[in-house]
């Protein structure tokens, strides 16, 4: 995809939005065409132009927004997601990934090939946000450089940070509060499924654009797919008569 000479640019829609689409559509079907009569009834306006938005740039509709094949195969079949994201991603973001080395770039070589879409500030953010998701959903390898500093892309586009406010020492009265510690989860430290990893990165905290259907969605998502990168095996119990 190109747009008057230049390079599309990427997606920039929440990975998360991304994956309920496909689950909404494993339950509900895959219409003929992804117009705003299909998504309006779960997404907002602007979360919906952008979700077409990222399925054109992969080529997972055409330009009259009709599914193609791919589309089709992503949402019936799960266990295919991984593979089929993992070959989008390293085929239609060729032109900035060509020569880099995903497995040992800092995520501001990643920021600068990215450049080449002619974005910057908060759709930067977010263009680099769901690459980063969709390629630890697929499997998709990247440097620790990336994953580990993924939560800080805001401060790498100079979003201001509040000043903090000196500490106060806690009076006698008062108890010593314990101090925080990271989440191993967010932090990388278990050895998490991609897929997993992915949706957990993308939980978001408490905002009032989140919605009890997006929760609905976001569990039904979690869930199949814990199916699919644990599966477990079935255990007949015996009853004693």
């Known amino acids: 995809m190109a747009q ?13 939005t991304f994956l309920n689409t496909l689950t909404w559509m494993a339950e509900d079907g895959v219409p003929s065409r992804i117009d705003r009569s299909f998504w309006e009834q779960r997404l907002s306006g602007t979360n919906g132009a952008q979700l077409v938005h990222a399925l054109r740039f992969l080529d997972l ?8 094949p791919t589309l089709e ?18 085929r239609n973001y060729a032109g900035a990934l060509q020569g880099l080395d995903l497995q040992r770039a800092s995520l501001g070589e990643l920021e600068e090939r ?7 500030g908060e759709t930067m953010r977010k263009a680099l946000s769901f690459f980063i998701h969709a390629a630890a959903y697929s499997g998709t390898p990247l440097s620790s450089h990336i994953t580990k500093k ?4 805001d ?21 010593v509060r314990p101090k925080l510690v990271s989440n191993p989860i967010t932090t990388g ?15 978001p905290r ?16 979690f869930v199949s797919t814990v199916k699919y990168a644990y599966p477990a095996r079935e255990v007949q119990m015996e009853l004693d008569l």
Not at 61 to 68: A, G, K, T
Not at 114 to 120: M, P, Q, V
């Open 4 to 16: 008057n000479g230049r390079p599309a640019t990427p997606p920039y829609v929440s990975f998360r």
């Open 61 to 68: 509709v055409d330009d009259n927004h009709r599914p193609q």
């Open 73 to 90: 195969d992503m949402v019936k079949n799960p266990n295919r997601r991984e593979a089929i994201l993992r070959e989008r991603l390293l």
């Open 114 to 120: 990215f450049r080449i879409y002619a974005i910057d």
């Open 150 to 153: 993924s939560r800080t892309v």
């Open 155 to 175: 401060r790498a586009h100079g979003t201001k940070k509040k000043t903090a406010l000196p500490r106060r020492r806690p009076t006698e009265e008062e108890p």
């Open 189 to 203: 430290e278990y050895d998490l499924h991609p897929s997993i990893h992915g949706l957990l990165a993308d939980l």
């Open 206 to 221: 408490k905002s009032p654009d989140w919605t009890m259907l997006d929760q609905d969605m976001w569990i039904r998502t």
